[in-house]
């Protein structure tokens, strides 16, 4: 019998590879500008997604699942207690540069999305063969 965890996390694992084919095929072959920006956005939520389970512990220790980074009773904890929490809590750091990555690739679409305006604007498509042609 199959671990209910360990199946999902190699399902989580394989849908972040099909993810990743799907927005570098968008990213290098889709000629419009508008899927091109669909796919670094694509591109980058998978990122974050890997970021993530890099933080993750089962991969460490199968037997015991992790908890998360938070010590509630500190103050009457053993040194076998803080231990066995720095062995089973979950990475923070890997979450905090996400939220910084989310916040920051919101900047870097915005601004993706008008320079697309700006090229429709002046050339009439957002097609980058038809740019190419126009650029003289």
């Not at 720095?86 to 540069?97: E, F, G, H, M, N």
């Not at 320079?115 to 498509?125: D, F, N, S």
Request: aromatic share 8%; charged share 15%.
């Amino acid at each position: 019998m199959i671990d209910p965890v360990t199946y999902m996390l190699t399902l989580i694992i394989l849908c972040m590879v099909v993810n990743l084919g799907i927005a570098l095929y968008g990213i290098f072959f889709r000629p419009s500008l508008v899927k091109k920006i669909i796919a670094v956005t694509i591109l980058g939520d998978t990122a974050n997604t890997f970021a993530i389970m890099l933080g993750y512990r089962r991969w460490l220790s199968p037997e015991k699942p992790s908890i998360p980074p938070v010590l509630l009773n500190y103050a009457n904890a053993t040194k076998e207690a803080l231990a066995e929490f720095s062995a089973r809590a979950v990475d923070p750091l890997p979450q905090a540069l996400v939220l910084t990555a989310i916040v920051i690739g919101l900047a870097v679409t915005l601004f993706l999305v008008f320079l697309t305006l700006q090229i429709h604007r002046l050339y009439g498509t957002t097609d980058v063969r038809e740019i190419r042609k126009l650029r003289g």
